[in-house]
């Protein structure tokens, strides 16, 4: 057992938990936030896709005592006074979302990659979300709502 202390969303959070505890289970388990979701468990699906220290990670891939001292951003995280982030609001209407489960971890990793590059070409937001899997939307519409939100986002 080690002592943990991991800021999620701007709120610390302490817990003596096992050393091979992954970060999604702390975040989902000790911290009850469930946006981030357990999908492959192996690092292929992009579901568990959070922001460790500002940059985009699977957190499955990621032991908990990793993160100790570390800020974490999840999806409940990215709305700022009761108003959904650009992202957010473009992957509702360009209809990039279907069921829901890779839209968390999508959503993640898209504003990690807008906010390194926000003139991002569609050949690179192909590139840049290719470790994260929609089994049932298609990426059409994802991509035309990365370069949705990239305008969005340029206007805020």
């Known amino acids: 057992m080690k002592k943990v202390s991991i800021k999620i969303n701007g709120e610390r ?7 091979r505890m992954l970060l999604v289970q702390f975040i989902r388990e000790i911290a009850g936030l469930t946006g981030t979701h357990i999908g492959c468990d192996t690092g292929h699906c992009g579901a ?3 922001l460790l220290n500002g940059k985009s990670v699977k957190s499955c891939l990621v032991l908990a005592v990793q993160a100790d001292n570390s800020e974490v951003t999840t999806i409940e995280g990215v709305k700022r006074n ?3 982030h650009p992202v957010q609001e473009a992957f509702i209407e360009n209809f990039a979302i279907q069921c829901g489960y890779c839209t968390p971890g999508l959503i993640m990793n898209s504003i990690f990659l807008l906010e390194r590059n926000p003139d991002l070409t569609e050949e690179e937001i192909k590139e840049g979300i290719e470790g994260n899997i929609c089994r049932c939307n298609g990426y059409q519409n994802i991509v035309k709502a990365i370069m949705d939100a990239s305008n969005r986002m340029k206007m805020r």
């Open 82 to 84: 009761d108003k959904l």
């Open 13 to 19: 959070i302490e817990a003596e938990i096992p050393d």
């Open 48 to 50: 568990c896709t959070v």
